[in-house]
């Protein structure tokens, strides 16, 4: 099979957001909309959710994401939100076996509340895949500040014996406190993605 695209699913409270810039803020205007419709208690939010969903789509698009599935909630006054993206990349040094990817993957310990970084494998496709889990900074568009997140990547080599290209699927959210619940759930997710092609 020759992978010419793929397939992922997210939960269904989640949703996928148009990232391409010629299409996404009608579309985020028609889910925002949608969404209202289906959890009034979001009215208040609307403006910070149509913000929140903007920018999403934006730093996925600009950082190479041709999916990307999100949650936003309203919970005690306060917007919760979690995304996952799926991008294309080229494999480190050319070489994409899942085998080979792991040495070029980097772990730094936990101290304190400073960032940190775990490197482990995930299990895609029945086969275990690099995969690293930890709090990082992510710089916000146009380097208006940072925020700090809890980040997990999965490399998922493309099919192939000698594959050069990785699927790289990214769970982030900013909230700490939930670190063990957005692992299970971001694990959940990259389970289900698929390759499609001819």
């Keep these: 099979m020759t992978a010419t695209g793929f397939e992922i699913t997210v939960p269904g409270a989640w949703f996928e957001i148009e990232l391409h810039p010629d299409a996404r803020n009608a579309a985020i205007n028609t889910l925002v909309s949608e969404r209202l419709r289906e959890v009034p208690d979001l009215y208040e939010h609307r403006s910070a959710l149509s913000k929140v969903l903007r920018e999403t789509a934006r730093r996925a698009w600009d950082g190479g994401a041709r999916f990307c599935g999100t949650m936003v909630a309203g919970f005690d006054g306060a917007v919760l939100t979690a995304t996952v993206t799926v991008t294309i990349v080229d494999a480190p040094h050319g070489e994409g076996a899942a085998d080979t990817i792991g040495p070029h993957l980097t772990a730094v310990p936990r101290r304190g509340d400073s960032t ?29 500040g940072w925020i700090r997140a809890l980040i997990m990547q999965t490399f998922v080599p493309f099919p192939g014996p000698n594959p050069t290209r990785v699927a790289l699927i990214t769970g982030s959210s900013p909230l700490l406190a939930l670190e063990t619940e957005f692992h299970e759930v971001f694990d959940a997710i990259t389970g289900t993605f698929r390759f499609t092609g001819n």
Excluded: A, H, Q, S
């Design 116 to 144: 940190w970084r775990e490197v482990t494998t995930g299990e895609v496709l029945g086969t275990k895949v690099p995969r690293t889990w930890g709090v990082d900074d992510v710089t916000l568009p146009d380097g208006v």
